[in-house]
């Protein structure tokens, strides 16, 4: 028996949520929405989540912070979303070896995408979606 899936997206905002809500409903996603990273990590602590969307502006220029939360849930897809991209943003995230980095712009079906590749994601999967996690620089 297939356990629920859940996505948690953490941003100050309700615009995400929104935007992917009936996304998430018809591919039969559960969804949580929390406003701070504080209540994030909490929920990390307590319940089983496959994907975590974080909305950049909760990292301010600071993506260390994605340490702490792979520190509590070291398997989770963590998908970064940024409303611009800058060369230096975009480097510090990668680093912290996230799932995926989506640009706002690039459209919400790009989202859905990375979505539906982080919750069908299997370590042993050859082939496909290739993540954040891959490259060789």
């Known amino acids: 028996m297939a356990s629920e899936k859940t996505v948690l997206i953490a ?14 409903t ?22 089983s989540v496959d994907v975590l969307l974080l909305d950049s502006s909760l990292l301010e220029e600071d993506c260390g912070f994605v340490s702490i939360i792979k520190g509590i849930a ?27 980095y989506h640009i706002k712009s690039f459209g919400i079906q790009d989202l859905e995408m990375a979505i539906s590749n982080a919750i069908n994601y299997s370590p042993h999967h050859s082939g496909g979606f290739s993540h954040a996690t891959s490259r060789e620089d």
């Open 74 to 100: 070291g398997n989770l897809r963590i998908i970064i979303c940024a409303e611009t991209n800058t060369p230096e943003f975009e480097c510090n995230a990668r680093q912290q070896r996230i799932f995926y």
């Open 26 to 47: 018809d591919m039969g996603i559960s969804m949580i929405r929390l406003e701070t990273l504080k209540k994030m990590l909490m929920t990390l602590q307590n319940r």
């Open 11 to 24: 941003e100050q905002t309700e615009t995400l949520s929104r935007e992917l809500q009936p996304f998430l």
